[in-house]
C-alpha cells in the first residue's frame, strides 16, 4: 500500500474479489479483470506473480496482443536494499510537489535537468526509491563525476537529447491500430539521436557498442515513408517512390493521370491531323475524346462512337478505356498496397521492440546522469562520501530549494553530529531551523539516489530510512486534528526507525496545551535516545529541553542566532552552537 502512496498510478486493474484490498484508496480507477495470462508469458519469466498475469491479459485483452510487444518483462525489484521514505515523508520534505499541491517549489523541479521525458520518469524512479547499497551509489557518482570531468561530450549529449523523443511512447502507439506514418518517423528520429547520444558516450570512454540493426531500422523507415505523411494510412500518399515497382507504377497512374491523357491527346492529333481534337473527362462518361463536327468526317474507323452533340461527336477506343480503368483503379490499389508496406514495416519495428526499449532505457539513464552532472556544475554541488562510524559532516550545507530560490542571498551551515547523537534545535519562528533541517533530510537523500549534494564538503551515513514529522497537517475533513496527525505520524517514526535511520522532529507537540506538549516532546525525545539511538535533528520551542545535554551526551544543543539593532530583529539564518 505503501508504493500506491509513493507511486504515480494511474488505474488499478484487480479480481472483483480482492477488492476490499484497496480500501482507503481514492484518485485512481479501479478495473475488474478477472482472467489471467499464462505463466509461461515471455513477460512474465522472472517469477512474476498473478497480479502480474492479470494485468498481461488485462492489456492484452484492452489493447491487442501486439502491443505486449512494446513492454518490458517484469523483474523483480530489491526493495530491501531502497532507502525507505514513506509519503509522509515526502510530503514533508516537499520532494514531488509542495504543499500547495504545485510541482515549482519542490526538490524534483529543483534539480530535474533532464532533456527527455523518459528521463525526467527516471529521475522521479529514483528520487522515489534512493539505494542503500554503497557499491551501487559509488558507481552512480561515478557514473556522475565522468560527465563533470568531460564538459565538451555533456554538452554535446544533452545537445542531442533535446532532439530525441519519447522512445518507450512512441512504440505504445505504433502498437495501436490508430498509428500513422508520423509516429513512425518520430520513432526513427528519436532512434537516431539515441544512438547519436550514446556514441558520444562510448567514444569518450573508449568503449565499444553496435546500432547498426537499429540504425538500419530507422534508415528503412525513412527510405520507405515520404516526408510528410499524411494522418490517415489507409488513403495512400504515404510511400516513397522506389520501394516496390509495381507501387510505382500505381503513384504514376495516380499522381499523375493528366500527364498521360496529355500524352495520349497530343499523340492521336498526330495520327488523326485533327489538331482540334480533345480528352475530356466526365462522371457520366469517364474518359471519352470529342471532335467538332467540321472534322469528325476525320475519325478513324476504331473510334468507337460514344455520344452525339450539336456540334460535336465523342469517341472512346480501347486504349482510353484501358487508360480509364487504370486510372480510376489506381488509386484505391495504390492505397491498399500502401496499407500493405506500412502495415509491415509497423510489424518489423514491433518486431524489433526488445532492443528499441533497451537503447530507450540506456539513454534515461545517461540522460539522468548527465543532468545530475550539469546540476553540480550549474549549483557547485560536491560528490558526497559515506563514513562508515555513522557520523554526519557538512561544509557549508545549502537548502537545494531554496538557494535556487533566493539565489546568493543563501548562508549555508557548517554541521557536525557523531553517531546516534541529535542535535537539539532552538530558535525563533522564520529562523531558518526546518529549512536546516530539510537541506538535511533532502541532501541525504540526494546522495543514496547518487547525486552531488549542494555543499563544500559532505560525509554522512547511509541511512535505512527518513522519518519526518514537520509542520502541522490538518485532516479536519477526515475527523482528525492537528494533534491526532501529529500523533499518529510520530508513532509510525518510532514503531519502525532503528538506529540507522536519520529522524527530523519539528516543534512536536505543540498541538496540545503547553505543558502536555512538553511532556510529550521530552518523553519522545529521551525514547529516540535511549532505545531507537537513531540520528536526529529535533527542533522545539520548550527551552526546558535544552538541560536533557545534562542527562544526554549525544544531544548537542545549538540556535538559529538572530541580532538586533536599533531595535529591529534580524534572522541570521546561521546556526550556532549552543543554548538560544
Not at 130 to 152: C, G, K, M, T
Not at 551 to 563: D, E, L, Y
Amino acid at each position: 500500500m505503501r508504493f500506491l502512496q509513493i507511486l504515480p498510478v494511474a488505474e488499478i486493474v484487480i479480481a472483483k474479489e480482492d477488492e476490499a484490498l484497496l480500501t482507503g484508496i481514492e484518485g485512481v480507477l479501479i478495473s475488474h479483470h478477472e482472467d489471467i495470462a499464462d505463466m509461461l508469458h515471455p513477460l512474465l519469466k522472472n517469477q512474476a506473480p498473478m497480479s502480474a498475469a492479470r494485468l498481461v491479459s488485462y492489456v492484452s485483452n484492452m489493447s491487442g496482443e501486439e502491443s505486449l510487444a512494446t513492454i518490458s518483462p517484469f523483474v523483480m525489484r530489491d526493495l530491501e536494499h531502497r532507502l525507505e521514505i514513506s509519503s509522509t515523508t515526502l510530503r514533508h520534505l516537499e520532494v514531488f510537489s509542495t504543499y500547495k499541491g504545485e510541482g515549482l517549489g519542490s526538490l524534483f523541479h529543483a534539480i530535474n535537468r533532464t532533456q527527455t521525458s523518459a528521463g525526467s520518469r527516471l529521475l522521479r524512479q529514483w528520487l522515489s526509491f534512493p539505494l542503500r547499497d554503497l557499491n551501487a551509489i559509488e558507481q552512480r557518482l561515478s557514473s556522475v563525476e565522468f560527465w563533470r570531468n568531460h564538459v565538451l561530450e555533456l554538452k554535446r549529449v544533452r545537445q542531442i537529447l533535446g532532439q530525441m523523443g519519447d522512445i518507450e511512447r512512441r512504440l505504445g502507439k505504433i502498437s495501436q491500430p490508430q498509428c500513422n506514418g508520423r509516429d513512425l518517423l518520430a520513432l526513427a528520429g528519436s532512434v537516431h539521436a539515441g544512438i547519436s547520444a550514446l556514441e558520444v558516450l562510448v567514444h569518450a570512454t573508449g568503449g565499444k557498442a553496435n546500432f547498426e540493426g537499429l540504425r538500419e531500422l530507422a534508415y528503412k523507415i525513412e527510405r520507405t515513408l515520404v516526408e510528410d505523411p499524411p494522418l490517415a494510412t489507409k488513403q495512400g500518399y504515404l510511400i516513397r517512390n522506389g520501394v516496390s515497382p509495381e507501387l510505382d507504377e500505381l503513384i504514376e497512374l495516380s499522381t499523375n493521370a493528366q500527364a498521360m491523357v496529355s500524352r495520349m491527346e497530343a499523340e492521336e492529333k498526330e495520327k488523326t491531323g485533327i489538331s482540334s481534337l480533345k480528352i475530356r473527362y466526365n462522371n457520366v462518361f469517364g474518359y471519352y475524346i470529342e471532335i467538332t463536327n467540321s472534322h469528325k468526317d476525320k475519325a478513324p474507323a476504331h473510334y468507337q462512337r460514344k455520344q452525339t452533340l450539336t456540334n460535336a461527336e465523342r469517341y472512346c477506343t480501347d486504349e482510353l478505356i484501358e487508360l480509364e480503368r487504370k486510372v480510376l483503379s489506381a488509386n484505391t490499389k495504390r492505397a491498399d498496397l500502401e496499407f500493405e508496406f506500412f502495415e509491415a514495416l509497423r510489424k518489423e519495428i514491433l518486431a524489433q521492440c526488445p532492443g528499441l526499449l533497451a537503447l530507450a532505457h540506456e539513454c534515461s539513464e545517461v540522460d539522468v546522469v548527465a543532468s545530475l552532472a550539469w546540476l553540480s556544475l550549474e549549483e557547485k554541488y560536491v560528490r558526497p562520501k559515506f563514513s562508515a562510524d555513522g557520523s554526519l559532516k557538512m561544509k557549508a550545507s545549502r537548502h537545494p530549494v531554496v538557494e535556487q530560490t533566493v539565489k546568493k542571498n543563501f548562508v549555508a551551515n557548517d554541521l557536525e553530529l557523531r553517531q546516534h547523537s541529535c542535535l537539539l534545535l532552538t530558535g525563533p519562528n522564520m529562523a531558518g531551523k526546518s529549512t536546516l533541517m530539510r537541506q538535511v533530510a533532502l541532501n541525504a537523500i540526494l546522495a543514496q539516489m547518487g547525486s552531488f549534494v549542494p555543499c563544500d564538503e559532505a560525509e554522512m551515513p547511509i541511512f535505512d530510512a527518513i522519518f519526518t514529522r514537520i509542520g502541522a497537517s490538518d485532516q479536519l475533513s477526515e475527523g482528525l486534528s492537528t494533534f491526532m496527525v501529529e500523533m499518529t505520524e510520530t508513532s509510525a517514526m518510532l514503531k519502525n526507525a532503528t538506529k540507522d535511520s536519520l529522524v527530523i522532529l519539528d516543534e512536536v507537540g505543540r498541538g496540545t496545551s503547553t505543558f502536555d506538549g512538553m511532556c510529550l516532546a521530552q518523553s519522545i525525545l529521551e525514547h529516540l535516545l535511549s532505545d531507537v539511538k537513531a540520528l536526529t535533528f529535533f527542533a522545539t520551542h520548550y527551552h526546558e529541553l535544552t538541560s536533557l545535554d545534562q542527562s544526554f551526551g549525544q544531544i548537542t544543543n545549538a540556535h538559529m542566532a538572530v541580532a538586533e539593532r536599533n531595535g529591529e530583529i534580524r534572522f541570521l539564518h546561521t546556526l550556532v552552537k549552543g543554548r538560544l
